[in-house]
């Protein structure tokens, strides 16, 4: 009987972890095949180098070279002790870790504006006039340094709206900061 029991418990089991695959592996197919091809598509527009996330806790990856700056699309999967260690994460309340969307870009003078605050708060401020802001997600940080730009927002982005105002916002500021 004690056999018997074995075998069913490993069924079970078996049964139960090839759901669990399923539908991972499905869910990933769905969304994962998608993003790719958005994310690839933005690249293509910019004239950047598209690197795919892989298996695993890699996101994607666009990297564009400009005279004046260099911009990164990404997705970044980040712990708890990440996001606390972050002041672009932390800000927003993230305790917990996630995954985030961000979009950045150097400004090499070191001359570049500073800024920290919600889309919304960026809309009231002159600098931010002309770009793309109600684009970006509810939710979404603008960060601003002397030394980079970067805009954080919760989530893998794969709406390629969205992708391409972070990148022309802080593209923007770039080349704004550089001349």
Not at 26 to 39: A, I, T
């Amino acid at each position: 009987m004690p056999v018997v029991i074995e075998i069913l418990s490993l069924v079970f089991f078996l049964l139960i972890a090839g759901i669990v695959w399923l539908v991972v592996h499905l869910n990933k197919k769905r969304s994962g095949g998608d993003s790719q091809v958005v994310w690839s598509q933005v690249a293509q527009h910019y004239g950047g180098q598209f690197t795919p996330g892989g298996s695993g806790f890699q996101g994607h990856r666009i990297v564009v070279q400009r005279p004046f700056t260099q911009l990164v699309l990404e997705v970044a999967l980040m712990s708890k002790v990440q996001c606390m260690g972050s002041p672009y994460h932390r800000a927003m309340h993230q305790k917990h870790g996630g995954t985030f969307t961000h979009a950045r870009a150097t400004f090499p003078r070191g001359n570049g504006p500073s800024f920290s605050g919600t889309r919304d708060e960026a809309a009231q401020t002159p600098m931010f006039q002309g770009l793309p802001l109600q684009q970006l997600p509810q939710g979404a940080m603008v960060y601003l340094t002397p030394n980079e730009g970067i805009i954080v927002m919760n989530g893998h982005v794969a709406d390629p709206n969205v992708l391409y105002a972070a990148a022309n916002i802080v593209g923007s500021l770039a080349e704004r900061a550089s001349a």
